[in-house]
């Protein structure tokens, strides 16, 4: 069972969410309580996923990689290991799921970029708001889905698209996103504005950006637009929620080097978190809000 967690930086979130209602691409309750070492999740083929058997990095150990750093509300403190934020709860939910105490779960930092490329990997798994694209199943294998996300449009009272209410009213934006983003895809694909995007290597330099007017908005995904909008800007605000492409859910997924041994087992353990109803649980706990408005 998991164990709740207050939630931190959210509150302030949710004043913001009272007055109004990122993740990457290649076209290129919180913690858990310890799981016993007989349990885990069994496999497709039936072979059980434990820490005896699972093929890992480190033997016994289950090493998790994020980004430096890592944000809320998806982790808390910049510390994924204190099971706080989205992610880092789902991680340790996994965990348990294979059968790994918190004690056998370790933390390791790895640039977004280098996640995303082919080859080795020394992680067994990573957290990062991650879209799952085919583009790069070709370079990395994926989870299940463990979190469906829409790209949200953010920016400063008074800016230029403030009171947007359609695709068309953006259609001279000068938008950003980070590089290599499903956001940034959002932008080319979606809002096709007449300026070209402009493209950051952080999500916090594309604040930056907004602050200094060089840019009329952000896209991000909805989680972390909510974040941006009531912690890092003054005056942020959302515009709203792009629709869904083909009404297809973009996902978050967990990921794993190309042909991973771990990949069955990881996609088995977060169907079962999903079917077992503890995503929902977090979710309510880190990331459910009032929704944005979705943009015509």
Do not use: H
């Not at 970029?113 to 020394?122: A, I, L, M, S, T």
């Amino acid at each position: 069972m998991l164990k709740t967690s207050r939630p931190l930086a959210l509150a302030a979130i949710a004043a913001t969410l009272a007055l109004t209602a990122c993740a990457p691409t290649d076209e290129a309750d919180s913690g858990t309580d310890a799981a016993s070492e007989t349990s885990g999740s069994a496999a497709p083929d039936g072979e059980k996923c434990t820490p005896d058997t699972m093929e890992t990095v480190a033997d016994g150990t289950l090493t998790i990689a994020t980004d430096d750093p890592a944000y809320e509300p998806w982790f808390v403190d910049n510390d994924p290991t204190n099971g706080q934020g989205y992610e880092s709860a789902v991680a340790y939910a996994i965990a348990e799921q294979l059968g790994y105490t918190q004690d056998q779960v370790a933390w390791v930092k790895v640039p977004f970029n280098k996640v995303v490329q082919p080859g080795p990997k020394d992680f067994d798994f990573d957290v990062n708001q991650v879209s799952i694209t085919e583009a790069r199943r070709k370079a990395v294998d994926f989870s299940s889905g463990y979190y469906d996300v829409v790209q949200t449009v953010i920016t400063n009272k008074g800016s230029a698209i403030d009171g947007a209410t359609s695709i068309a009213d953006l259609a001279d934006a000068k938008l950003g996103a980070q590089v290599g983003t499903t956001s940034y895809t959002a932008i080319t694909d979606q809002i096709q504005p007449s300026q070209d995007p402009a493209v950051f290597d952080t999500n916090d330099q594309a604040v930056q950006a907004l602050k200094n007017g060089q840019i009329d908005g952000i896209v991000v995904d909805l989680p972390t637009a909510y974040y941006m909008t009531a912690v890092q800007l003054d005056d942020g605000l959302i515009v709203g929620q792009l629709p869904l492409p083909e009404g297809e859910p973009e996902q978050f997924g967990a990921v794993l080097a190309k042909d991973s041994s771990l990949t069955d087992c990881l996609s088995t353990a977060v169907d079962a978190l999903r079917e077992d109803g503890i995503l929902d649980q977090i979710n309510q706990e880190w990331l459910a809000q009032q929704g944005a408005p979705e943009l015509s």
